[in-house]
Structures are given as C-alpha cells and as structure tokens.
C-alpha cells in the first residue's frame, strides 16, 4: 500500500424528505445568500426545486435561480453562474441535480474568486485553491459528485470534454434522499448504475500491492450494483435498492476505496471525447469503453481479471489457463451491462468508426499514467475493439 491522505469534509444527510433541510444546512456552513443551480425538467416538475426554495425562504436564506444545465455541462452556463455570483454578492451554491448540476456548480464555486478564465483549471494551466462553498441536493446515482472533489466541463468550442479538482470544490454537505430517484427510467438508471461500477474499476485495477482492504471494499461496491440495478430496474419504487445505490455511488467516488493505491483512469477519458463529440449519456459511453479497455489492456496483469471474474462475477477459476478465466470475467461483465439496457458497441451508441481518428486526436494520449499506459495506437485500438464488442 503507498502512503496517502484522505480528506473528505462533506456532511452527508441520507433519507426521506431531507431536502426540506437544505436552509439549515446552509446557514449550518455559513452561506447567507446562495446560487440555486439546477438543471429544470423532473426536479421542476416533481416540486423537488419548490421544496428546497421553500426551505431556503424558512430559514431567511435569499436566493438567485439559475436553471438550465444541460448533461455533458457546457462552459458557458458555467460563465453565465460566474457573472451572475459576482454581480449578486452570491456566497454559497446550492446545487440540485445529478453530476451535471453538480460539476456545473463547482467549476461556478472555482471561477467566482479566480481573476482568469476558469478553464484554466480544466486544460492544466492552474490548480484551484480556493472556492465558494458548494452543498448540493441529489437526484440520480452515477457521478458520485456529491461526495467527490472532482468536476467534469464541456468547452463548447470544440466540444472538449476535461475534468478539473480539488478539495476545495468538495461539498460541504449533501442530501441524498433515495425517493428523489425513484422517477428515473430504467435507462438513467442503467447509466448510473454504470458510471459507479466504472468509477469502481478505475480504482480496481491498479500495479499497487497488498491492497486487500481496498479490493475487498471495491468488490463490495461492484457486487453491490450486481445485486440491485436489477431490482430497481423491475421495481423502480424499490426505496431499499435505491438507497443501496444512492450510498454505492457515493462510495464509489469519494476515494474511500482508492486510497494508497495507483488508479487508472484511462477508461473515463477515453469515454469523454464520446460524450464530448456525440452527447451521449457518460455511463452508455463507459459501457461500451470499460469492457474493451479491459479487453486490451488484460494480458497486462492476468491475474488481477481473474480476480474480478471470481470475486465479483462468480466465474470458476481455470488455474491451468487463467485466461480464459479473465476472459470469462470481462463477458460477464459486458453480459450485465447488456441486460440493463446498456449499448456495448459504436452502433447501439450511435457512434461512428470513422470518427476514431478524431477522438484520438482530441483526447491526445500519451500521458504514461495508468494500469497499463496508452499510447495513440493503443488507444485507437481500444475504440476499433469497442466498435465492434459482442456479448
């Protein structure tokens, strides 16, 4: 295991009907006068934006709206939440969404005190140190933003998708009630459920030894998705399964199950320039991309795969041929992603196999980081493996 340090301030507050609490909880971490950042759609409709400005209003906590996020978020609502925070006096952002709404909030949190371009935290020109407070209030399971110091922004010039972080955009509280995501389809359940699993593996898959605590929680977290993205895909009203997995996701991206081990990381920027160029959904990206990285990159560490494949999917261990054993791992996870409802293949995403090339050059690979680094080439061949991915 290699040295670390773990740092996760945020206030978790889990169950029914907590967004009701959110005044509180603002004043309780010192805002006095707050961005309400959302995106529109259900969380208007369902009265879930009422409830949180009712709260705000019984707790004497004024508040400036800006709706509108968009999946895949877009630098210039990010822009538009900057302008609008330094004209207001705004002092706290109050987030209400999934990582969208989330991510958009924090790049509004780094930009509002910094005298540059907040994309300068995005392409690595700056790293932020400091930020507005951020509390946010969830509504689907994927992202695990609400607990992470990471945000993910598009560039609408060029559709570049990058991702910027620091513990200082981590929240200083969150509400995770489960009924919020009851309303989800089966298809953003599915997503969700993906994005967590993934962000799981990315941790999974490492060159670090003896670390048998952090497998074992990893394996929890996955064997966890195994088990209940069935049951609220066949019972979306499941409020046990969805809390399981609202905390799963949570779980998953907060780094508890990363610590004092080397991530990879590959995977979700391989996915990016496919949310980026195509606006598809982050998690039916991943599910096509995860499962043909790991593919190409298996030979790397056999065993590590077979590992997976007993721990988490249950597959017998074929010790004269291990590699028909991780093999047999990487079907069964392709197979469970297939059964959700998940595209595995360019076509059932959407994607093209002429646009490779392009990906490739946006993404610019070649940085020596990762389980197995990857350079153009073997990049280029992860995609043509998912282009064509069978069950």
Known sequence: MENFNFYSPTEFVFGRDRENECGALVKKHGG?????????????????????????????????????VHPNPLDTKVYEGIEICRKEG???????????????????????PYERDFWDFYCGKAAPAVAL??????????????????????????????????????????????????TLSAYQTACGATDIM?????????????????DRLC?????????????????????????????????????????????????????????????????????????SWMEYVM???????CQMATRVFGCAMNFEKPEETARAGIRAFRSFLKSIGMPINFAELGAKEEDIPEMVRKLNPGNGWGFKPLNADDVTKVYQIAAKATV
Request: glycine residues 12%; negative net charge; aromatic residues 6%.
């Open 219 to 291: 394996e929890a977290v996955l064997m966890t998705m195994v088990k209940e993205t069935p049951r609220v895909i066949a019972d979306p009203n499941n409020y046990e399964a969805r809390a399981n997995i609202m905390w799963a996701g949570m779980v998953a991206h907060n780094n508890i199950v990363g610590v004092g081990r080397g991530q990879d990381w590959n995977s979700h920027a391989i996915e990016h320039e496919l949310s980026g160029m195509y606006d598809c959904a982050h998690g039916a990206g991943l599910a096509v991309i995860m499962p």
């Open 198 to 214: 993934a962000h799981v593996f990315e941790r999974y898959f490492t060159n670090t030894t003896e670390v048998e605590v952090t």
């Open 90 to 112: 705004i002092d706290f952002i109050l987030a209400v969404g999934g990582g969208s709404s989330i991510d958009s909030a924090k790049a509004i949190a780094m930009g509002v």
């Open 32 to 68: 006095s006068k707050v961005l309400l950042h959302f995106g529109g759609g259900s969380a208007v409709r369902s009265g879930l934006i009422d409830r949180v400005k009712a709260s705000l209003d019984a707790a004497g906590v004024p508040f400036v709206e800006l709706g509108g």
């Open 133 to 182: 407070p951020v509390g946010t209030v969830l509504t689907i399971a994927a992202a695990g933003s609400e607990g992470s110091g990471d945000s993910v922004i598009t560039k609408e010039d060029g559709m570049l998708k990058r991702g910027a972080g620091g513990d200082c955009i981590r929240p200083r509280f969150s509400v995770l009630n489960p009924a919020l995501t009851c």
């Open 299 to 305: 030979d790397h560490n056999v065993m590590r795969f």
